[in-house]
């Protein structure tokens, strides 16, 4: 069974066009993650959520939006998708139990390319 | 501004060697550090971490050392394998109000050559 698991694996699409990507982890973990990893190979965190809160927004455009109807999804919308949008997006989740920290598992990934 | 910084885009290793990936940070909050390895379209998966309280922490041919004057960590593998041909990312984590807060490094790519 897969932990962290992102769909579609490949997504292409028009300029202007809005798409969701979706992520399921089945850990029982509290926080779940995006992270955007660029044509630099950079990956740098969108958004946490913990508890269907979201606790971290790193200067991201609201053309991005995340959306957890439960603790063990969180989805990722985009608006108005842009070339510079193209990359390469990871969901991932972590349990944070106590004063412990929990590592990161990371879903396979969903390639976007914007046209 | 990077935080968590590699220096070494690749390294070349020997098979059967020892590999050494470098790591650098500049934030002296971070309190624990993570090493993942990430293969060809595949998420990254979770290597080895240390706690800021700690200067080695050992898990079968994988040792990761911290030297927190220098803000550096290293990520030794002996002996290498070929299996082991990867990226490997650095990341730094510290705990705020907020929660969690990873940090990743730009990744070495390590090529273990038979």
């Known amino acids: 069974d897969t932990a962290v698991s992102q769909t579609p694996k490949y997504l292409v699409t028009q300029m202007g066009n809005d798409k969701s990507i979706k992520c399921e982890q089945n850990?029982?973990?509290?926080?779940m993650y995006w992270y955007k990893q660029d044509s630099k190979k950079f990956l740098k965190i969108m958004f946490s959520?913990?508890?269907?809160?979201?606790?971290i927004n790193e200067t991201v455009p609201n053309r991005f939006s995340p959306k957890s109807p439960d603790k063990a999804h969180l989805n990722l919308h985009i608006n108005s998708l842009e070339l510079g949008d193209s990359a390469v997006y990871f969901c991932?989740?972590?349990?944070?139990?106590?004063?412990?920290?929990?590592?990161?598992?990371f879903g396979p990934g969903t390639r976007l390319t914007v046209l | 501004d990077q935080q968590v910084k590699q220096n070494s885009p690749s390294l070349s290793v020997q098979e059967g060697r020892i590999s050494i990936l470098n790591c650098d940070y500049t934030?002296?909050?971070?309190?624990?550090f993570l090493w993942y390895k990430k293969y060809p379209a595949e998420g990254p998966t979770f290597l080895i971490s240390?706690?800021?309280?700690?200067d080695k922490n050992e898990d079968g041919r994988f040792t990761v050392f911290l030297n927190k004057s220098a803000k550096h960590l290293s990520l030794h593998i002996v002996p290498s394998q070929p299996g082991d041909s990867a990226v490997y990312f650095c990341?730094?984590?510290?705990?705020?109000?907020?929660?969690?807060?990873?940090?990743f490094g730009p990744g070495t790519r390590l090529s273990v050559l038979p």
């Open positions: 991932a989740s972590s349990r944070l139990a106590g004063e412990s920290i929990g590592e990161q598992f």
């Open positions: 850990l029982g973990h509290d926080t």
């Open positions: 959520y913990n508890n269907k809160e979201l606790i």
């Open positions: 934030n002296s909050m971070f309190d624990y």
């Open positions: 240390i706690s800021s309280i700690k």
């Open positions: 990341a730094a984590s510290r705990r705020d109000n907020y929660g969690q807060n990873f940090v």
